[in-house]
């Protein structure tokens, strides 16, 4: 797993115990923050990226999602390019393959974004070595519903594993 100052889990001590009892690792790295996303398919809703979309949607949180295969009436909060957005996001969410996502990275550069949440599957060398050329703080090869609470499913599963190595 890649990391770069971007921390992963919250720091239990400073945000306390009873914070910590109604709030996710997740809302901790994206409290107050506008997302938005790339790679949320127009085809297959079942896909990762959608399923991350509507999980954020369901919690509240202001997000957007970027495809340039987006039709104008694509639906609220869908849009083909970064710019069309009427808000200036601070992270962006990255579930597309790597060649994809060092363009994204690089078109983010000089944007309002500072950090970023590649996927698993979302990079690899290239993607990060760009990220951190680029100045962007990011977390790589790390699955978002891994990170929420309580984690259900297979992703419990994997968590579990990889707590043990």
Wanted: net charge positive.
């Amino acid at each position: 797993m890649d990391r770069r100052t971007f921390n992963v889990r919250p720091d239990r001590r400073a945000k306390g115990v009873e914070s910590m009892a109604v709030k996710t690792e997740l809302d901790h790295i994206f409290e107050d923050k506008t997302l938005v996303i790339f790679g949320v398919s127009t085809t297959n809703a079942g896909k990762f990226g959608n399923r991350i979309f509507h999980f954020f949607q369901e919690r509240g949180r202001e997000i957007y999602a970027v495809n340039p295969k987006f039709s104008e009436d694509a639906g609220e909060n869908r849009f083909r390019s970064l710019q069309e957005l009427p808000v200036k996001p601070d992270i962006a969410v990255l579930v597309t393959p790597p060649e994809q996502s060092v363009k994204i990275t690089e078109s983010l550069a000089g944007s309002s974004v500072k950090k970023i949440w590649y996927q698993q599957g979302s990079s690899d060398r290239r993607v990060t070595e760009t990220a951190e050329t680029l100045g962007f703080e990011y977390i790589a090869e790390e699955c978002v519903f891994m990170h929420q609470h309580p984690v259900s499913g297979i992703h419990g599963v994997h968590r579990w594993i990889k707590k043990l190595f």
